[in-house]
């Protein structure tokens, strides 16, 4: 099963950042993780800042990142959790570099951030900084769009997320395992409802599928190992659906409704090959929940 001991949470103080912030919380303190939430200043969003002066430039940087660090103390403590060690970093850069470069340095586990809700893959192709990371970060990252129901409190200060819903979607190839390795450790720890999903893209003859979701049901029914005592005593079901993968991962996450989708993306280029088709970016950028996407 994976260990997570160190977590990432990217914010910039958004909302999306701070229901990022509030899973990242939430599973450091089931996995009695370390939590770095980290900032980047990015002097490229100030160009105006080119036409001063040397120590006007030097002013104005440390001004920035005096208030980065400010503003990162002042995001922490809206939602502190007194189990959980948290270590704010605030850097100069680029974003999407910063976090990966970090994330490698300090042998992340779990990456955790917001998803900006934008809508068309052109646009946020174009400018994405967690879609910069997904392509290349060096463990699973956990994407957070929208807050899944009511797993979050609505008050001031929100209850600490609770994951009951977890949904995991297999393909049956060997890239999957890993995922599925994430999704018993999850389920164990959060003592969730577990379901196993397999979509068959392609409907088979008629007469043909009965058979194959017979047959796909008993692969889902084998996939939860002995060993796996606490998700197999638990509430586990399985599900085969028709049609396109992430259409039906999508309708089934709202129905339930799902608090987690969990998904294996394939290779390094496998987002920047399927930019306009690949499922689990689908998922993650239109669907009900946050996103587990574990890179195989």
């Not at 893959?121 to 994407?143: H, I, Q, Y």
């Not at 819903?165 to 994430?182: G, K, M, N, P, V």
């Not at 690949?278 to 009900?288: A, I, K, L």
């Amino acid at each position: 099963m994976p260990e997570l001991r160190r977590i990432l949470c990217p914010v910039d103080f958004s909302e999306f950042s701070m229901r990022a912030y509030q899973h990242a919380l939430s599973v450091a303190s089931h996995y009695d993780a370390k939590l770095f939430v980290q900032h980047v200043v990015e002097l490229w969003r100030y160009p105006y800042a080119d036409f001063a002066s040397a120590e006007l430039y030097d002013q104005f940087f440390r001004t920035l990142c005096k208030k980065g660090e400010e503003e990162v103390q002042r995001f922490v403590k809206t939602c502190a959790h007194n189990e959980v060690r948290i270590e704010s970093v605030v850097q100069e850069g680029m974003a999407p570099d910063n976090i990966l470069t970090f994330a490698k340095a300090q042998s992340v586990d779990l990456i955790v951030m917001g998803m900006h809700g934008r809508r068309g893959f052109d646009r946020l192709m174009l400018g994405s900084v967690t879609e910069r990371v997904m392509r290349n970060a060096p463990c699973p990252v956990l994407t957070v769009n929208k807050p899944s129901y009511d797993v979050i409190g609505s008050d001031q200060r929100p209850s600490p997320v609770h994951l009951n819903r977890i949904l995991f979607c297999t393909d049956f190839s060997e890239h999957s395992q890993r995922a599925l390795d994430h999704a018993i450790s999850l389920t164990a720890e959060y003592d969730a409802e577990l379901t196993l999903l397999h979509v068959l893209e392609h409907a088979p003859d008629p007469v043909k599928i009965q058979d194959a979701v017979a047959t796909a049901i008993k692969q889902l029914d084998g996939l939860i190992p002995a060993e796996a005592d606490k998700v197999r005593a638990g509430r586990t079901k399985t599900t085969v659906r028709i049609g396109k993968p992430y259409e039906q991962i999508i309708q089934l996450a709202m129905e339930a409704p799902m608090d987690l989708v969990i998904m294996a993306v394939r290779g390094r280029g496998a987002l920047d090959l399927a930019v306009f088709g690949s499922t689990t970016y689908r998922v993650m950028q239109f669907g009900p929940c946050p996103v587990l996407a574990v890179r195989v």
